[in-house]
């Protein structure tokens, strides 16, 4: 977030297989190996969080 | 951290949130989008759905926000709209939301939620309503000038806190004919009109079993009348009644001035627009529908409404006409 390229870069990807494949790549750039499974399942917990909102905590 | 762009979309906190470390916020990415929907949720919803927010909206420490009120204190608001519910506030925040230089948070879930806890000492909630005012308040485009926030209704239960913490920012409250009001609610209830859908609040003192047997038109009407109380209850010098009857021309006149603001005539004839239309279904012309809800008024409304919004209702207006503004 501190990197304005990287962020321009990450918030044009236009569809989520699209942001997904960028973060494997740049994560591979970086000597980090990322799954789509582990992608998919942020998104799904983050997905999960904003339509519970209203829960309790 | 950089925060440029991102806004907190929601409060979680475990336990009474005395200590730092026990409150948290998701933060969403907005960029330089502006809040134009008719509630918060709904520019929030739009920009979940982008795939960057789907993988990076991500929680930290409520200290983060305290580090980006440090770093880049957002506007001061020029005002805060309360309201009964169902009464006109999103035909305001619309018209204030159709200028550029507006900045205008419509019922934003975590600083509703931030100003109800009162489970966290009111210092701690003081300074957390300031971070998280200012972080809603950012500049997006560089053209905002002016800054304004409407509440969730049930909000109102908590102004003496707000005003304590924003001791000099002037407030609005809207209200309507009581009857139209509570026909809205009984023919599509808001959730803070139903018995333990808003968990945060608690506008009627009375058991839970209690609370979930009464009929609806009590229940609505009970709650209509606390927030209609705790407005009569919290008028002060920053304050401002506002009947419905007084819009739209009350935004650029009486509203205007109390928030100290000015509009244009180019801006006025803008908003002159937005009130042509329905403002939470903005595709659709307005069509006044008062007379409607007072003909379906049942004798068990009526006499909820008597018992329970009335009476808080006549002292709004004692007030308001006591004050002499037209």
């Known amino acids: ?57 | 951290m950089k925060r440029d762009g991102w806004v907190p979309i929601r409060l979680v906190w475990n336990g009474c949130g005395v200590r730092d470390g026990e409150a948290f916020v998701d933060w969403c990415w907005l960029g330089g989008e502006r809040f134009t929907d008719p509630f918060f949720d709904g520019t929030i919803e739009m920009a979940q759905r982008r795939p960057f927010n789907r993988l990076f909206t991500h929680r930290t420490r409520i200290a983060e926000l305290g580090s980006w009120y440090v770093a880049s204190p957002g506007m001061a608001p020029a005002g805060f709209i309360f309201h009964m519910s169902r009464c006109g506030s999103t035909l305001v925040s619309q018209m204030l939301a159709a200028l550029p230089e507006n900045v205008v948070i419509s019922e934003a879930g975590p600083l509703d939620r931030l100003a109800r806890a009162e489970s966290i000492p009111e210092a701690a909630r003081a300074e957390w309503l300031r971070w998280m005012v200012s972080a809603l308040g950012q500049k997006r485009s560089g053209l905002e000038t002016r800054y304004f926030i409407k509440f969730d209704s049930p909000t109102v239960l908590a102004l003496p806190s707000i005003r304590r913490a924003f001791p000099s920012v002037p407030w609005i409250f809207l209200y309507r004919n009581p009857e139209e009001v509570l026909i809205s609610h009984l023919r599509e209830p808001a959730p803070a009109m139903s018995p333990g859908f808003v968990a945060d609040f608690r506008a009627i003192d009375a058991p839970m079993d209690e609370v979930v047997s009464m009929r609806p038109e009590e229940y609505a009407a009970r709650v209509i009348g606390r927030i209609c109380e705790c407005a009569a209850q919290g008028m002060d010098e920053c304050g401002m009644l506002v009947n419905y009857t007084q819009l739209p021309e009350a935004v650029w006149g009486n509203i205007a001035r109390r928030f100290g603001v000015g509009f244009s005539p180019d801006e006025i004839a803008r908003m002159r627009t937005v009130a042509l239309h329905d403002a939470k279904r903005p595709r659709q012309r307005f069509q006044a529908d008062g007379e409607s809800k007072r003909l379906e008024a049942s004798d068990a409304a009526r006499a909820a409404l008597a018992r329970w919004i009335s009476p808080h209702f006549d002292e709004l207006e004692r007030f308001r006409n006591a004050a002499g503004i037209p």
């Open chain 1, 1 to 57: 977030m501190e990197d304005s390229g990287l962020m321009r870069v990450l918030t044009s990807a236009e569809t989520e297989a699209e942001l997904f494949a960028l973060v494997i790549a740049l994560g591979r750039d970086r000597g980090l190996e990322i799954a789509v499974a582990q992608l998919e399942e942020i998104a799904r917990a983050n997905r999960r969080a904003w339509l519970e909102r209203w829960l309790v905590p």
